[in-house]
């Protein structure tokens, strides 16, 4: 049985706690929390639970073998470095820090302890995407020219951290792990209406290796909640949309062939020419899961068999990174930023 603490129990933290309490591989011994109303929350629903507003007083615990993270993003490089010193393995809400040069600290650490870090890019456990990055590793979409990606709600609104952060990252780390690489520039634009210096939506255009594009809306100041994502190839196109728990995605059998131009100095319409394959729709069934259920497995499991977590601490330096660059570009009026390699 793997003792858990969980740091933070607001809005994310709860449904954390019920999956490493229902869980029969683990037992939740501590919960910690700044606000002592949730702490009588988690007293009156877990009777067996200790609770304190001290993360060091959970970390002290010699039972306690991992530690479970969700707190705002700027406390994370601090709390994950004191459970990670204290020995335990760790479970960080996405983004893992605010600086890359912390989260590669981080990376060090855990490695040197010899301790899982394991960050919840939760979307990566989601069925449909997975089920994308088998079409896109197997050729079903040929070469793949761009995705778009929109993420979109009324609320929750950050005071931390702004919209790319937030919600963006999401996004990153679905398109680096499908194209198994990270961007190798970024450019954005955004508008902080709500509260000074903290965007509440970005517009931000990811570059990869070969030539593909990412574009990405984030934004809690929206009418319409949306998670809609548009992968264009040259054989396929795909649909996902994250919200539809029936028929989440869908492949175009759409292609342009036989493209034709004249030398550019022939001054004529009749210059350019395309043919437009329009095929089927294909609806693959996707069995639904909760992805939050098999992130907390998978972090179990790598605990027990000291596997890699699929995203580890590694995977999540990958998206601060091309966070931070969009950051730059954001805070330069949209220049392109190049990502270190």
Not at 100 to 113: K, N, P, Y
Not at 212 to 225: E, I, T
Not at 319 to 324: C, D, F, I, K
Request: net charge negative.
């Amino acid at each position: 049985m793997i003792g858990v603490a969980v740091v933070g129990a607001g809005h994310w933290g709860p449904n954390l706690i019920r999956n490493f309490h229902d869980n029969p591989r683990s037992e939740v011994l501590w919960v910690v929390d700044r606000d002592a109303t949730r702490l009588e929350e988690v007293r009156a629903r877990f009777a067996s639970v200790r609770v304190s507003s001290e993360p060091a007083e959970a970390f002290r615990d010699g039972h306690v073998d991992a530690v479970v993270v969700s707190t705002p993003t700027v406390t994370h490089y601090e709390i994950v470095k004191a459970a990670l010193a204290g020995g335990k393995h760790v479970l960080v809400e996405k983004p893992i820090a605010t600086e890359a040069r912390h989260a590669e600290e981080l990376c060090e650490l855990a490695l040197q302890a010899r301790r899982v870090l394991m960050v919840g890019h939760v979307f990566l456990y989601n069925v449909a995407v997975q089920e994308v990055k088998r079409y896109i590793e197997a050729g079903e979409l040929g070469r793949i020219y761009y995705a778009s990606m929109v993420r979109t709600n009324l609320g929750p609104i950050r005071m931390d951290v702004n919209a790319a952060w937030d919600l963006a990252s999401h996004d990153i780390a679905i398109v680096n792990y499908w194209l198994g690489s990270e961007p190798v520039s970024a450019t954005a634009y955004g508008g902080a209406w709500l509260n000074p210096g903290i965007e509440d939506a970005i517009f931000a255009t990811l570059r990869y290796p070969d030539g593909v594009l990412a574009h990405l809306h984030a934004s809690w100041l929206h009418p319409r909640k949306a998670r809609d994502v548009t992968v264009v190839g040259d054989r396929r196109m795909l649909t996902f949309d994250d919200l539809s728990l029936t028929e989440p995605l869908r492949i175009y059998d759409k292609q342009v062939t036989e493209v034709q131009t004249r030398p550019a100095f022939i001054d004529t319409f009749a210059s350019f020419r395309a043919s437009v394959r329009d095929g089927d729709i294909v609806i693959p069934k996707i069995t639904p899961g909760e992805p939050l259920k098999a992130e907390c497995d998978h972090f179990l499991e790598c605990i027990r068999t000291g596997g890699q977590p699929l995203t580890g601490g590694r995977e999540a330096l990958a998206v601060v990174r091309a966070l931070e660059a969009i950051q730059r570009s954001l805070r330069h009026g949209g220049r392109e930023e190049s990502l270190p390699r």
